[in-house]
């Protein structure tokens, strides 16, 4: 077992700052979405005048932006990747502002033609309404619910101290993210005041290659698996490594949908 063992340290040690993936590169992948969601972000914001990227990460996927408006900033919730964030826009001229997953935007109402968020794990739409200006647009693209089910399910198997409902059965930790899926995307926004424009959704294959890349995967999407931790899951690690040698990557998929929306 010396190369499992040899595998977990490494994944365990692989840094969780920021929102950038290429680490996996040649050890996992995941088919990305038809609709472009940097290509599209880059468009928006050529046109922009005042924009909001909400939930900014390390500020990776605002950076790649061939124009930035004048007006630039970005929000996000973990005090490490504020600090890559504000080294990431500099360049551009982007004010990153340390703001919760669920608490209001520190801006004033209708400063913005443009929020954008990439995989928010909370939206608040009547935040969103508030700052946008009239005939403003919001962009997103969302994790869907029952992404990377697979990889849950196996980590879960066997075990009975996964979370559960208030009821007793057991929770989906994906199904509690707030937009998780399309329909109750749309009704949250034009609950807010917001018209939707354009909705679209794909689910995407991906593959793990080994199970260093499970870890590091685990410990960087925490909601995947809450209270992962090697030690607690190192059995079925052990068994999906072995599953792993005998037959290959592992395949999952990934849910995401694009949501436009306008303030009327």
Not at 39 to 63: H, I, K, N, S, Y
Not at 224 to 239: C, H, I, K, N, S
């Amino acid at each position: 077992m010396a190369d499992f063992d040899e595998l977990l340290a490494e994944g365990a040690s692989v840094p969780t700052e920021g929102w950038d993936f290429s680490w996996f590169r040649g050890r996992a992948s995941e088919a990305r979405p038809t609709w472009g969601y940097a290509r599209l972000l880059g468009e928006r914001m050529a046109g922009a005048r005042a924009a909001l990227d909400v939930q900014t990460g390390g500020g990776e996927v605002l950076a790649t932006v061939p124009r930035a408006p004048a007006l630039l900033a970005a929000t996000e919730a973990w005090p490490p990747n504020v600090a890559i964030a504000r080294r990431t826009l500099a360049p551009l001229g982007g004010t990153v502002v340390h703001v919760g997953e669920s608490d209001g935007l520190p801006f004033r109402d209708g400063l913005f033609d443009l929020v954008v968020s990439r995989h928010p794990v909370v939206t608040r739409w009547d935040e969103v309404h508030r700052v946008l200006r009239p005939g403003g647009t919001y962009l997103s693209q969302q994790v869907g619910s029952g992404t990377v089910r697979e990889l849950a399910e196996f980590m879960r198997e066997g075990r009975d101290d996964g979370p559960t409902s208030p009821a007793g059965a057991k929770a989906d930790p994906l199904a509690t993210r707030s937009g998780s899926t399309p329909h109750a995307a749309t009704a949250a926004a034009e609950a807010a005041g917001l018209e939707v424009v354009d909705l679209r959704q794909e689910a995407l294959r991906m593959e793990f290659h080994d199970v260093a890349a499970v870890v590091h995967f685990l410990r960087k999407v925490i909601w995947t698996v809450p209270g992962f931790t090697v030690e607690e899951y190192r059995d079925r690690l052990a068994v999906l490594h072995d599953f792993m040698e005998r037959h290959g990557p592992f395949v999952a998929h990934s849910q995401r949908y694009l949501i436009e929306a306008r303030r009327p």
